[in-house]
């Protein structure tokens, strides 16, 4: 079964551009999760969908990111426009239900570099 | 912001030892999960352990939960160098199905 599948796995931009991550889920699995990840630290979530409603995006810059996951499956994550302090791996995760419990299965991470 | 805290946030042993890494949080927990991230990739969940439960085994890992004290275990045994990773814990919350990250415990496992 393949797993959580996310792309780019690597970026550099300069400051002021945009960017855009992709996440391919665990097929079947109804919650995706977006978090961030700075060096050092543990993840911190950004967003969580239900299918393809966002339910706790609480965390999330509304300022300068979006997120969307179109017709429940996949999801992109946006930045415009990136700031120096956007550099992190940005980690996508997905679990069956997302109820107590769940096990969540992580990609590789698109690691952002921002100059 | 961050719930857990791990203690120690690196440590280094010898293949075949013991290691054990700690874990305290603040607020009441539905329960505690342990992932490891090794260099570049993404977390693998290890092992869930409920707060009504105060042991749990898998293999070599065995985990323990102190609800009273706020505080949780991890003993990885008889380590290999391939336990070469990050160990973080996460809680998840009451009343929320939100996981919080600690920043992780750096373990090395020297051959």
């Known amino acids: 079964e393949a797993g959580v599948v996310q792309s780019p796995r690597y970026k550099i931009i300069e400051k002021k551009q945009p960017v855009a991550f992709w996440c391919n889920p665990i097929?079947?699995?109804?919650?995706l999760y977006w978090y961030l990840q700075n060096l050092g630290q543990g993840p911190e979530l950004l967003i969580r969908?239900?299918?393809?409603?966002?339910?706790?995006d609480s965390q999330l810059p509304k300022d300068r990111f979006s997120a969307e996951r179109l017709k429940g499956v996949d999801s992109t994550l946006k930045i415009q426009p990136a700031e120096l302090g956007d550099s992190a791996v940005y980690l996508c995760?997905?679990?069956?239900?997302?109820?107590?419990?769940?096990?969540?299965?992580f990609g590789p991470g698109t690691r952002l570099t921002v100059l | 912001s961050q719930q857990g805290e791990e203690d120690p946030q690196a440590l280094s042993i010898q293949e075949g030892e013991n290691a054990t890494m700690n874990c305290s949080y603040k607020?009441?927990?539905?329960?505690l999960q342990w992932y490891r991230q090794n260099s570049g990739r993404g977390l693998v969940h290890l092992i869930l352990?409920?707060?009504?439960?105060r042991e749990k085994h898998s293999g070599r890992l065995r985990v323990t939960l102190d609800t009273s004290k706020k505080s949780s275990s991890l003993l990885i045994t008889a380590s290999r160098a391939a336990d070469t990773a990050s160990y973080f814990c996460?809680?998840?919350?009451?009343?929320?199905?939100?996981?919080?990250f600690g920043k992780g415990t750096k373990l090395t496992v020297n051959p």
């Open positions: 097929s079947g699995h109804n919650t």
């Open positions: 352990i409920r707060s009504n439960e």
């Open positions: 996460a809680t998840e919350q009451g009343g929320s199905e939100k996981l919080v």
């Open positions: 995760a997905s679990s069956l239900q997302g109820i107590m419990g769940d096990e969540q299965f």
């Open positions: 969908y239900e299918n393809e409603e966002a339910v706790d």
């Open positions: 607020t009441s927990i539905n329960n």
